[in-house]
């Protein structure tokens, strides 16, 4: 563990204490992210496994979350809005959502809440009764990992494991973008459990595509194009569907960083990916993705190496925005 483990087991006992309270005065929903990833769907699900008050629930349940979800029968509530949710609550956590804005629901203000998160930045509001939670983790799935093997060790049943271990995969780029703390967490999952590995990281990497799907891919690796921007070499494109997966693709032929917009009735996606040589370089693109929100509006942020932005500029406005944010930032180092 690192230097910060004292301070982290103290916001563990924190976020115990506030469990017991407010499950103890009603129904606490276990709220998601609304992009429904794997990270912040794994860590509703088991943090909401360890007390029969809690429910994990949210809008949007993402592909590889869906698919790990039904492996397990993992139980998961959608939610078209707060109105969904019981009218006893006696609070609510959120998980791996950095602003309100990412929960996708308005929330009331006169209920207690608990956020537990690992994004570099934050907008949320804290008052009293709340409680504000943010390790420099790889994924929110270690958290939850952590406080469970303290405060709730019968909760790791073998499902619980499978879901927090693939919120680490895929949050680390399997472990591509951790830290070696990473590694602890993995191993306390892995260990006395019946997963190995290596089948479920390929169930998990290599999700089979349809053919419209293929197509695609394809399709945005053929329109592929690469740019020099300032000191960092850049390929983009853009695709409908998959950005995520086409985005790692197009960084495995060797650029710094890669780029992929999507535009949907009338609001487009940025998706990007760095390599660790550039974010040791200089390249953050949580930061980059909240600069371009900053200029053109919309919403930007998420790791130094994987962030995204959504708003309501055309394409060309967004990636151009991006890359002249990535020309403004000096290479530091020899790589
Ligand atoms: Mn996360």
Not at 182 to 187: D, I, K
Not at 254 to 276: F, P, Q, Y
Request: one cysteine or more.
């Amino acid at each position: 563990m690192n230097e910060s483990s004292v301070e982290n087991i103290e916001h563990l006992a924190a976020l115990h204490q506030w469990v017991t309270d407010n499950c103890s005065s009603g129904a606490v929903p276990v709220i998601t992210g609304v992009n429904g990833d794997m990270d912040t769907v794994g860590s509703a699900i088991s943090l909401a496994a360890s007390n029969a008050n809690m429910m994990a629930c949210g809008l949007h349940l993402g592909r590889v979350a869906k698919r790990v979800c039904q492996k397990f029968s993992a139980p998961f509530r959608k939610i078209t809005g707060y109105s969904d949710l019981p009218a006893n609550i006696g609070g609510i956590i959120l998980v791996d959502a950095a602003s309100p804005s990412q929960i996708g629901i308005e929330l009331p203000d006169d209920v207690p809440k608990c956020v537990i998160d690992h994004h570099i930045s934050n907008q949320w509001e804290i008052n009293d009764g709340d409680l504000y939670i943010n390790m420099p983790v790889s994924a929110t799935t270690e958290i939850i990992a952590r406080y469970l093997s303290i405060y709730a060790p019968s909760t790791l049943t073998n499902p619980v494991r499978n879901l927090l271990l693939a919120g680490l995969l895929t949050d680390s780029g399997r472990f591509k973008h951790n830290q070696k703390s990473s590694f602890t967490t993995a191993s306390l999952l892995l260990e006395n459990s019946d997963i190995d590995y290596a089948t479920f990281v390929e169930w998990l990497e290599y999700s089979p595509t349809n053919s419209s799907e293929r197509g695609s891919l394809v399709r945005g690796l053929q329109r592929a194009k690469a740019t020099e921007s300032g000191s960092w070499s850049v390929i983009h494109s853009n695709c409908g569907t998959l950005e995520g997966r086409l985005a790692g693709l197009l960084l495995g032929l060797g650029h710094d960083i890669s780029l992929v917009s999507r535009n949907r009735d009338g609001e487009t996606r940025m998706t990007a990916r760095a390599t660790k040589n550039a974010t040791t370089g200089g390249i953050s693109l949580a930061e980059i993705m909240a600069s371009v929100a900053e200029q053109i509006g919309g919403e930007g942020g998420g790791h130094a190496g994987a962030a995204g932005w959504s708003g309501r500029a055309d394409m060309i406005t967004a990636e151009s925005s991006f890359i002249s944010n990535v020309a403004k930032i000096p290479r530091r180092g020899e790589y």
